[in-house]
Each structure stands twice: as structure tokens, then as C-alpha cells.
């Protein structure tokens, strides 16, 4: 089945570590996303990417890398620099072109803890 | 001030009753506008999807779009336990795909037995 795939489920993360989130789709979608929710702020978008070997910042992306080597892939890594990282983390893809926006498909979800 | 806001919740309501959702937005370039439902630890999926004003009804669900008051709706009939869940209206100002979507804080809806 088609769909996109996020690992671990569960983090927890050290201050002071850099940790890095999985995200993998094989729905064959140009574009993909990171968001962050928080309780009762909704999703935030932190970066997304288009195309392979191009990414764009989102509203939030302090403390936080991405790379995407292949159009499959696209981890994020948060760093220590992040302040506040604890949070859900919500990966997406969606088709490129001159679509509506419809065609979002997102992950089950990390959830990433600092102790 | 936040760009679309929706009422946290919870909103709890009896097995069959109509439940009624909604989100306002401020920013008058958004065209696209959907609905998700997120259960618990899980990731959003989408329910309704909307262009322009105008009402889309799927099934038990009715999406309606007023751009001209900028405020959207999402109304859920014969509503059953299992459409428990945090209901998200978000949007986009963009046709092009790979576009970002804004999203509205989520209203948590309990449906009791």
C-alpha cells in the first residue's frame, strides 16, 4: 500500500542532542513537509521541498535542518539549538504540478521528548 | 492574532445529534479550504475539500465556505462515537500543488454514547 511512513513513533532526546526524524513515502509526490503541533495550536509548517536537492523554510524553522537527496526521503533533524522541541512532529507529502492542494497524505506522526 | 481560528472544544454532544464546526480566517487570498480529522497520536486525514464559497456535501458530512464573511463550516450528521476525534480546518491561497497550508488550532469533538 501507498503511504508515508515516519520513525520512530516515540523519541526522546537529551538536551543538547541533535536527533534526526524519518520520513519515507513511496506515493511517488514531488513535495514534501514537516510540521510541529502543538496542543492547541494546530500544525505549524517548519520546512517542505518541492524537488530533490531543494528545501524552503516554513514559519518556524529555527533549530531545525532537513536535506532531500531523494525524492523519497525527507528527514529532519532537530537540533540543539531548538529551544522547546518537545512536541508532535507530522511529516506530509503532496503531488507537484498545477493541482489543488487536496492531495496532502500525511504520517502517522513522531513524537519527540526532552528529558 | 492568529490567521484562522477555531474554537479548541471540547464539544461533546449525544450519539445522533449534528455536530457543528467551525473556523474564521483573516486572510481574504485563501481559495482552497479543507477539512481533516485527527485521532489521537495519529496524523490528519482529509475529510472535505472545498474551492471558493459554496456548499460539498459527502455522505453524513456538509462543508460550507463563506468567503465574503471569511468563515467555514463543517457540519457532521447521525454523528456516531467513532467521529471522536480533533477536527482541523486548514487552507491554502494557492491552486499550485506543493502549496503550504495554514492551518486553524483544531476543535476536539467528543460524541457520547
Known amino acids: 500500500d501507498g503511504g508515508i511512513t515516519q520513525s520512530p513513533k516515540y523519541l526522546f532526546r537529551k538536551e543538547g542532542q541533535n536527533v534526526t526524524l524519518s520520513c519515507e513515502q513511496n506515493l511517488n509526490h514531488d513535495a514534501m513537509y514537516w510540521y510541529r503541533q502543538d496542543p492547541g495550536q494546530g500544525l505549524r509548517l517548519i520546512y517542505y521541498s518541492q524537488i530533490v536537492n531543494d528545501f524552503q523554510k516554513g514559519d518556524i524553522a529555527e533549530g531545525y535542518s532537513v536535506s532531500r537527496e531523494k525524492k523519497e526521503s525527507f528527514p529532519l533533524t532537530v537540533t540543539s539549538a531548538q529551544k522547546n522541541p518537545t512536541a508532535f512532529y507530522l511529516c506530509a507529502s503532496s503531488p507537484r504540478g498545477d493541482r489543488p492542494p487536496d492531495g496532502y497524505t500525511f504520517g502517522s506522526g513522531t513524537r519527540l521528548t526532552v528529558v | 492574532q492568529k490567521e484562522v481560528e477555531q474554537d479548541p472544544g471540547p464539544l461533546s454532544v449525544p450519539e445522533g445529534a449534528i455536530v457543528s464546526l467551525n473556523c474564521t480566517y483573516s486572510?481574504?487570498?485563501?481559495?482552497?479550504f479543507m477539512w481533516y480529522r485527527q485521532y489521537s497520536r495519529k496524523g490528519p486525514e482529509l475529510l472535505m475539500y472545498?474551492?471558493?464559497?459554496g456548499n460539498k456535501e459527502d455522505g453524513r458530512f456538509t462543508a460550507q465556505v463563506d468567503k465574503s464573511s471569511k468563515y467555514i463550516s463543517l457540519f457532521i450528521r447521525d454523528s456516531q462515537p467513532s467521529d471522536s476525534a480533533t477536527y482541523l480546518c486548514a487552507m491554502s491561497a494557492s491552486k499550485a500543488a506543493g502549496n503550504k497550508l495554514t492551518f486553524g488550532g483544531g476543535t476536539r469533538v467528543l460524541v457520547k454514547p
Open positions: 472545498t474551492y471558493s464559497s
Open positions: 486572510n481574504s487570498a485563501f481559495q482552497y
